[in-house]
């Protein structure tokens, strides 16, 4: 050390030594402001007060903190000091802070820095035109503006909170961050500069791309992109809108988990709601995994079908593994991304519409030809009508049943309003034809086999029309069979009501399952 340093540090511990005699409460190391050098130094006497003004390339250490400035004025009494130009307070090597100009109390180690002020710790870089910091406790506070940046991210608000030893920083007041990806707007958050964590107290928006979020009790990570939003979030994008008590998302893979209570509501020409405990999703490949008591509406003006399982799940017929049989024509072009899609539902599937009900084990439905595949022990409730089958293609048509195709062990009953009494068919495959939800036809071929229950015209029962043929078509009017047509190797017989044994009045695999049918929308969830 330069002869003029040694003289200085002398002047110093000679008037720290006098003041030691009623010394604050304060740590041990804070009393001791050590120069270390200076370009030059005066000192000068104001009002019985001693001041060392020290210019050019200052450096002053006071425990592990080192101040650097153009120019400093010590007041040796009160040691406090005063900083200009270029300040730059180093504490501990961990926060580092540069401002114009400095004030700073050495007892109580507090520092009020002024005019472009910037506080790093070596991750995030926080600007303001005025901070007060703590340097025992590595506090800074800003009320008049101020802006945190981490890389391609900025969190700017009103007043601010650094806390040096968490690295955390409380925003408050119109606060914004944004980064290429993603913008957040609210009234206070919390930021971790070296995590990225955000963690949400007040109401919250976050914006990215055509996704708004909205919630008031969660937290976001602007490096991982991932995030947990709690207290009855949601979610609302051009073609969707989540809501759920518990979210979970992971944007850098797409994928997101929503829990209790949970809405999936679509906005595009489909139309459809999924409602479920637990829905997980795939944006990057447009699926959804419903389960824990999942529901799923075909939105339409008039009679929404409600479909509910065990589990539920949505993907893009482009993506399947696997083949599937075609029904039909497509209902339009793949190229619309609307049709590009299905639906699946495994175990204990039950449908609910006002003109159409069903209950199988498994269903597929694919929106590219309209065809809601039943599969395993499908039951199709009409009306008074009843259709089962292995397997049963649902052709919709205005999410309406425009056609039924029953594949193998076909069978169809018609119970009638006045009697326990049903008329019957079955063959080895059975089709059936709907307008506006009302069943208008029905063909049944393959040793087809007929039971029917003949009316005069005052709709008196005449007698049991028994019949075989290689083809049977039945003709309704108002849901109920009004003319019968035999075609190919007609074989039958009508017997009088009265000489009619019980017997007789069914057919082989006769199973009439009305206490399985779904009786509204809210039946479907019951567990049968």
Request: aromatic letters at 10%; a positive charge; charged letters at 25%.
């Amino acid at each position: 050390m330069s002869k003029i340093g040694y003289s200085i540090l002398f002047f110093l511990l000679v008037s720290f030594t006098a003041q030691a005699q009623n010394p604050p409460i304060v740590d041990s190391n804070s009393k001791l402001i050590e120069f270390l050098s200076a370009e030059s130094y005066n000192v000068k006497k104001m009002d019985s007060v001693d001041y060392l003004i020290l210019v050019g390339n200052v450096k002053i250490r006071q425990g592990k903190t080192l101040l650097y400035g153009d120019s400093l004025i010590l007041n040796t009494s009160q040691n406090t000091l005063e900083g200009f130009g270029n300040v730059h307070i180093n504490d501990a090597d961990s926060v580092h802070t540069y401002a114009q100009y400095l004030k700073y109390i050495g007892n109580t180690k507090k520092a009020f820095l002024r005019k472009k002020v910037k506080l790093t710790d070596g991750r995030g870089v926080l600007t303001t035109d005025s901070l007060d910091y703590d340097v025992s406790v590595k506090i800074g506070t800003y009320k008049k503006g101020g802006t945190l940046t981490r890389n391609k991210t900025k969190l700017k608000s009103v007043e601010g909170y650094y806390y040096g030893v968490t690295r955390d920083v409380i925003f408050r007041r119109k606060v914004e961050a944004t980064d290429p990806d993603t913008n957040i707007y609210t009234d206070t958050l919390e930021y971790n500069t070296y995590s990225q964590l955000a963690n949400f107290t007040s109401p919250t928006k976050i914006i990215s791309g055509s996704r708004i979020i909205r919630t008031r009790n969660g937290n976001y990570n602007l490096g991982t992109k991932k995030g947990y939003l709690y207290e009855r979030s949601s979610i609302d994008d051009s073609t969707y809108t989540f809501i759920a008590d518990d979210m979970a998302i992971n944007d850098s893979l797409g994928l997101g988990e929503f829990r209790g209570n949970a809405i999936y509501a679509s906005k595009d020409t489909v139309g459809f709601d999924l409602l479920a405990n637990n829905i997980k999703t795939n944006r990057n490949k447009s699926a959804l995994l419903a389960t824990e008591m999942p529901l799923l509406l075909i939105k339409q003006a008039k009679d929404t079908m409600y479909i509910s399982a065990d589990t539920l799940y949505s993907g893009k017929i482009t993506d399947l593994t696997r083949p599937f049989p075609k029904a039909r024509d497509s209902a339009g072009k793949m190229t619309d991304s609307t049709l590009n899609k299905y639906f699946e539902a495994f175990h204990n599937v039950k449908i609910y519409s006002d003109s159409l009900q069903a209950k199988c084990d498994s269903l597929f439905y694919a929106l590219s030809d309209s065809t809601i595949r039943l599969i395993h022990h499908p039951i199709v409730w009409t009306s008074n009508n009843q259709i089962t089958g292995d397997t049963i293609y649902m052709y919709v048509k205005d999410k309406k049943p425009e056609q039924l195709n029953v594949f193998e062990n076909a069978f169809a009953i018609n119970k009638l309003d006045s009697a326990d009494l049903f008329n019957q068919i079955k063959g080895t495959r059975l089709n059936a034809w709907f307008h506006k939800g009302d069943l208008t036809k029905m063909s049944c071929r393959g040793n087809a086999e007929n039971i029917y229950f003949a009316l005069d015209n005052d709709k008196r029962f005449i007698g049991v029309n028994h019949s075989n043929a290689q083809i049977i078509e039945i003709t309704f009017e108002n849901n109920e069979p009004a003319k019968v047509v035999f075609r190919n190797r007609l074989v039958g017989k009508l017997t009088p009501m009265g000489q009619t044994h019980a017997t007789e009045l069914k057919l082989n695999g006769f199973k009439w399952q009305e206490n399985l049918r779904p009786k509204n929308k809210f039946d479907i969830l019951a567990n049968n």
